[in-house]
């Protein structure tokens, strides 16, 4: 039935969510024309497709959003990646079921009650279901199995590129990765009747698919309802008085019916499901709301300034996880991340767009310690042919920020200003109204910026910067790269940033064939059987010939001393950058594996933004990377940062 509705998403989305209610109330597998349409539970489809047996075709946009890897908006031809990558997961699949069953376990998968019929004319009595959801978010190793799935694939398509993710690639076993190279390389085998071949016109809307598929969370905007706004005095009581309230786990959706919602006309169904709703936004976890509700979460948020940096993450995590619902709520989310960023002196998000780019710009120069720039931001107050040179800016974001940084650093040394001080131009007064829309009374604020232009100073300074960074990426590719940028800057300020990217260059040039080389290691298959064959021949010889098992082991025999990797080479960027941190940088790393990174820094009488940013400056300059946000270690360099923790061991109490 919805393949006739395929030229319609809506009839179509709408078919698809009573097809899946049905099955749902039958206790049937989800068929494949319906698998991934439908306006609810779609991170139910990742479940039901890897219980599927055989494993369906996953659409690239699926893949794209639940791996959220950069790499991948460069695939051109998506079709045959998703085919490639959807073989290799069937291939893993077959083989985990067997050999690791604990990855379909109750740490990977989670069983959701969910209200059938949802939105249409039902006069019956509420029906509920039990639904089975993939869990990204926990111990199991799905979510490693994706992106290691699709790095590996990407790999063997783009050898040649300079973005492949290798780090992802290791995160598959080498049993794992021995399934996938042999899918990939035996293309024509009778194996591949695991996969399922489909007729493209049975599927309906899927054929819609695109890196922006509907995978995350919606927030959904009742224009039926209340639109009225709460007052601020009773609104901001009851906030308070709620704050440390927690509610049921898994409770059902009910709409707020609320444009702006509040706790005082809350009925006990919405508020059950409110404290629910909030108490998994805090911990990472998201499902469907409304605007209501999203509403008075923001109003929270942003009612107190305890604990900022938490506050901003629990912030950037709903705009991540919401902002594709629509325009208005990404709207919503993004001025609330950026305003609470500027009132405590944060790192304000940015989503590529024109509005206020050159205040933020000034902002992140000015308030945010140096070294989260992007290079898209500052590129329009830049020389225009500098653009010419860059392949793709991304590369060049790393190289740009450590320039800023050794500059800022050296004009601060040299006469005690910083980088945004020593920018001339005409200055102009902004005057930003903090939280419009929601029911705050943060007020306004003011900021005298530069008026940055290609130039003045301030575009002087940029183009600088920017042209350092372009030379130390392009040169050592061969690709052409601007003159350098003599005249724009002092000559000292010049060596310094120049001094600083060629050992940021080095060091990433030494780490990409460390990866290479362990890449190429664990694609290795020894085979036993010729092994002992060798072997059993050696044995024979020797005892045609009456030859001792044992060698000699006289000191004129002995075997000359090879070099080891790291006598060669001396010490690696990640001992470099344990020997860098002091002790409170080490304790407030340690802590942070355990989850006490905040309490580790009050405890030391500091902030976490503080500490977080001295160790991310010196991993800058020693790994080409940073390594914790927001008081978690990234999960790629976890294993790395235990290594230097052991060979300096902390007390954090």
């Known amino acids: 039935m919805n393949g006739h509705f395929s030229d319609s998403y809506t ?3 709408l078919t698809a969510s009573a097809a899946k209610d049905m099955c749902l109330l039958m206790g049937r597998r989800w068929p494949e024309q319906v698998l991934w349409t439908g306006g609810y539970l779609r991170d139910a489809s990742l479940a039901e497709a890897i219980l599927s047996d055989p494993v369906p075709r996953i659409p690239f946009g699926v893949i794209s959003r639940a791996c959220g890897m950069d790499c991948l908006k460069h695939v051109d031809d998506r079709e045959a990646f998703s085919e490639t990558f959807s073989k290799g997961l069937g291939y893993i699949v077959a083989m985990e079921r067997t050999a ?43 979510k490693d199995i994706f992106r290691g799935l699709a790095a590996t694939v990407y790999s063997a398509v783009h050898w040649d590129h300079e973005d492949i993710p290798w780090r992802e690639a290791l995160l598959l076993t080498d049993a794992q990765a021995e399934r996938v190279r042999l899918a990939m390389e035996d293309e024509s085998s009778a194996d591949d009747d695991m996969m399922v071949r489909r007729d493209p016109a049975e599927w309906g809307p899927a054929l819609l698919e695109d890196e922006d598929y509907p995978l995350n969370p919606t927030v959904f905007e009742d224009m039926r309802a209340k639109m009225s706004h709460p007052r601020k005095d009773s609104l901001r009581a009851a906030i308070r008085i709620h704050r440390g309230q927690t509610g049921r786990r898994d409770v059902p959706y009910v709409p707020s019916e609320h444009w702006c919602a509040s706790y005082d006309e809350m009925t006990h169904e919405q508020l059950e499901y409110y404290l629910s709703w909030r108490a998994d936004v805090l911990n990472g976890v998201y499902r469907d709301t409304d605007r209501g509700y999203l509403w008075l979460l923001l109003c929270e948020a942003v009612d107190s300034e305890a604990d900022p940096n938490r506050r901003l993450s629990v912030l950037n995590g709903m705009l991540k996880a919401y902002g594709g619902s629509s325009d208005s709520i990404k709207g919503l989310i993004l001025r609330t991340c950026q305003d609470y960023a500027i009132a405590t002196g944060q790192d304000p998000p940015w989503d590529g767009s024109e509005r206020d780019q050159q205040f933020l710009l000034w902002v992140k120069l000015d308030i945010v310690p140096i070294g989260r720039v992007p290079v898209e931001m500052a590129l329009p107050y830049a020389e225009p042919g500098v653009r010419a040179y860059m392949k793709n800016p991304a590369d060049y974001d790393a190289a740009f920020n450590i320039a800023l940084r050794a500059l800022s650093s050296n004009i601060y040394d040299r006469i005690g200003k910083s980088l945004a001080e020593c920018m001339t131009g005409r200055s102009k007064t902004v005057y930003r109204k903090l939280f419009p829309g929601l029911s705050s009374d943060w007020g306004s604020c003011s900021m005298t910026i530069c008026d940055i232009r290609p130039t003045n100073g301030g575009g002087r300074i940029l183009t600088a910067a920017l042209k350092a960074a372009i030379r130390a990426v392009n040169l050592p590719r061969g690709l052409k790269a601007p003159r350098r940028p003599t005249g724009m800057i002092r000559e000292k300020c010049l060596l310094i940033m120049e001094s600083e990217l060629m050992a940021w260059t080095e060091r990433q040039e030494r780490a990409r064939r460390v990866e290479r080389i362990r890449r190429e290691a664990a694609s290795i298959v020894l085979d ?6 060798a072997e059993t021949d050696l044995a024979a010889v020797r005892d045609m010939m009456g030859t001792e098992d044992d060698e000699p082991s006289g000191p004129e025999h002995a075997a000359p001393a090879q070099e080891t990797p790291a006598e060669a080479t001396g010490t690696t960027p990640w001992d470099d950058l344990g020997n860098s941190l002091d002790d409170g940088q080490r304790g407030y790393l340690a802590a942070s594996l355990d989850g006490r990174g905040e309490a580790f820094a009050r405890d030391a009488g500091t902030t976490a933004v503080r500490l977080e940013d001295g160790i991310n400056a010196a991993a800058m300059d020693t790994v080409g990377d940073q390594i914790i946000e927001d008081g978690s270690v990234f999960d790629e360099y976890a294993d790395d940062v235990r290594r230097i923790l052991a060979a300096h061991p902390v007390e954090i109490g």
């Open 11 to 13: 009839l179509s989305v």
């Open 100 to 142: 690791d069953p604990h990855l379909f376990g109750s740490e990977c998968f989670t069983d959701r009650k969910v209200l059938l019929f949802d939105g249409f004319a039902y006069y019956g009595d509420p029906e509920y279901a039990s639904a089975k959801v993939l869990r990204q978010d926990g111990p199991g190793r799905w």
């Open 528 to 533: 036993r059987n010729l092994v002992t064959d």
